[in-house]
């Protein structure tokens, strides 16, 4: 796990997240009925590019694209193929930087077209579920508190709470320890210090938790086939309380109420 010791290393985390939250923002501008994934990742790498970062997750264990595209079923890890994006459809991009060696990962849901309300609902809840447990990064809580707070979040809905994939701590890797589950009891796991950063990544499904990796080793999706929704951020542990590096103000800000 970084501890961020300056100001310096808190800049150069605090650029790679700007940049995952402007890869977001040109990726929901372009997403619509008709367009590629492929396209989508095309645009991802042009940003990540202009910004003077790399891409954290092109060639990581062999992905072969800059992001990760995971509409509908799909629960992350997509690989951003010859999908043509349909009205309807629930996409989840998740995308990671490198600016001068530190990393930055976020992740959002968000539909193309009118959605139905089912599907609305999901992404609205597990939005709010990423900022309950980023609400728990303070000093002296622990990292059970965060999966405690996001599995509360489903709790009244019924949505299956992926178990199989976890948070992480961030910084000068993209995964690094402590995990960072979304679920378990409080007051469990490692203490949360000041200078440490990690991403808190929900993962809610409508159905069962349980989950599939497609043949071609990267795809997760729901067991069931049920839609599944994703939100995360780079979340730092300042003197002044929790800093989330990856927002954008336009789409991935604390939801109001
Ligand atoms: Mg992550």
Redesign the pocket.
């Known amino acids: 796990m970084i501890t961020i010791k300056n100001e310096r290393e808190f800049r150069k985390m605090a650029m790679a997240g700007a940049c995952v939250a402007a890869v977001h923002e040109a990726v929901v501008e372009a997403a619509d009925v008709g367009v590629t994934l492929r396209e989508l990742d095309e645009i991802a790498a042009d940003v990540i590019r202009s910004r003077g970062c790399r891409p954290s997750f092109l060639g990581y264990r062999s992905f072969p694209a800059h992001i990760c595209a995971s509409p509908n079923e799909v629960v992350v890890h997509g690989i951003p193929g010859g999908y043509r994006l349909g009205r309807g459809d629930i996409l989840s991009i998740?995308a990671?930087a490198v600016y001068e060696g530190y990393h930055g990962?976020?992740?959002l849901t968000f539909g193309i077209g009118g959605i139905d309300e089912e599907s609305a609902r999901l992404l609205e809840v597990t939005r709010r579920a990423l900022w309950a447990g980023i609400d728990q990064v303070q000093e002296g809580a622990r990292v059970g508190d965060i999966g405690h707070a996001v599995e509360q979040a489903a709790a009244p809905h019924g949505y299956g709470v992926v178990r199989d994939y976890v948070?992480?701590g961030?910084g000068r890797s993209?995964?690094e320890s402590p995990q960072v589950p979304n679920y378990g009891p409080p007051g469990k796991g490692q203490r949360l210090k000041r200078g440490m950063a990690v991403?808190i990544?929900p993962m809610f499904n409508l159905g069962t938790h349980r989950t599939a990796t497609l043949d071609d080793g990267w795809t997760v999706v729901t067991a069931d086939g049920r839609r599944s929704a994703h939100f995360?951020h780079t979340v730092a542990l300042t003197g002044d309380g929790p800093v989330v590096m990856t927002v954008s103000d336009l789409l991935s800000a604390r939801p109001a109420g």
């Open positions: 998740d990671g990962d976020g992740a948070g992480h961030i993209m995964h991403c990544e995360e």
